[in-house]
Nanobody, 126 residues
């Protein structure tokens, strides 16, 4: 089981950068595919990016390609989301999620993920 804790959220100006982190204190971090989702007020939780257990393959929502980068450091039990060229539309609560698997398929559906962090608020001002 993982216990995910996000950090790094805050207020950023449009076109600015922000790096979110999600850490796990357990010993099974490498058993999980990890993804970032976000949820804006009044909207459903939406997939942003995912990364397989080794970190060798990533997958992004079409709207985020080229602006966001997901990476993971298995030695530190941490996954990151680097967010560049921020837009006001990126304002949301960002969640880290984990799916335990022996495979390499990254799901974009929130229902596929068993574990979630508490979320971190990102606000982008224009």
């Amino acid at each position: 089981q993982v216990q995910l804790v996000e950090s790094g959220g805050g207020l950023v100006q449009a076109e600015g950068q922000l790096r979110l982190s999600c850490s796990d204190s357990g010993r099974t971090f490498t058993s999980y595919i990890l993804s970032w989702f976000r949820q804006a007020p009044g909207k459903e939780r939406a997939f942003v990016a995912g990364i397989i257990r080794s970190g060798a393959t990533t997958y992004y929502a079409d709207s985020e390609k080229g602006r966001f980068t997901i990476t993971r450091d298995n030695a530190k039990n941490t996954v990151y989301l680097q967010k560049n060229s921020q837009k006001p539309g990126d304002t949301a609560v960002y969640y880290c999620a984990a799916h335990r698997t022996g495979g390499t398929l990254i799901y974009a559906r929130a229902a596929e993920y068993e574990y979630w962090g508490q979320g971190t608020q990102v606000t982008v001002s224009s």
